[in-house]
Nanobody
Framework: QVQLVESGGGVVQPGGSLRLSCSSS????????MGWYRQAPGKEREMVAL???????KYADSVNGRFMISRDGPKKTVYLQMDHLKPEDTAVYYC?????????WGQGTQVTVSS
């Protein structure tokens, strides 16, 4: 059973930065891709950033140029560096790992951008 544990959320002012971490119980290169999703109150969960086994990344238009996904194989961890945060980035952020049609979610970490 794969386990994903997110950390790094918190409260930050607009324009600030946060780095989220997703620690996997399994070798991260076991997955076809890993990524970050977010869900704001009253909204559907949306993709924020993905990285596939080959290292190719994909971003939502709303975060492109501000967020960066990266990974550390030996640490079995995927990161999301978030810069120039905006109030509309406020959401619960979830880590996701996919192998073919099987997906695993973390428990989520709250990010609040507010002055």
């Amino acid at each position: 059973q794969v386990q994903l544990v997110e950390s790094g959320g918190g409260v930050v002012q607009p324009g600030g930065s946060l780095r989220l971490s997703c620690s996997s119980s399994e070798n991260i290169f076991f997955f076809n891709d890993m990524g970050w999703y977010r869900q704001a109150p009253g909204k559907e969960r949306e993709m924020v950033a993905l990285i596939n086994v080959g290292g190719v990344t994909k971003y939502a238009d709303s975060v492109n140029g501000r967020f960066m996904i990266s990974r550390d194989g030996p640490k079995k961890t995927v990161y999301l560096q978030m810069d120039h945060l905006k109030p509309e980035d406020t959401a619960v952020y979830y880590c996701n790992a996919r192998v073919l049609s099987r997906t695993t979610w973390g428990q989520g970490t709250q990010v609040t951008v507010s002055s």
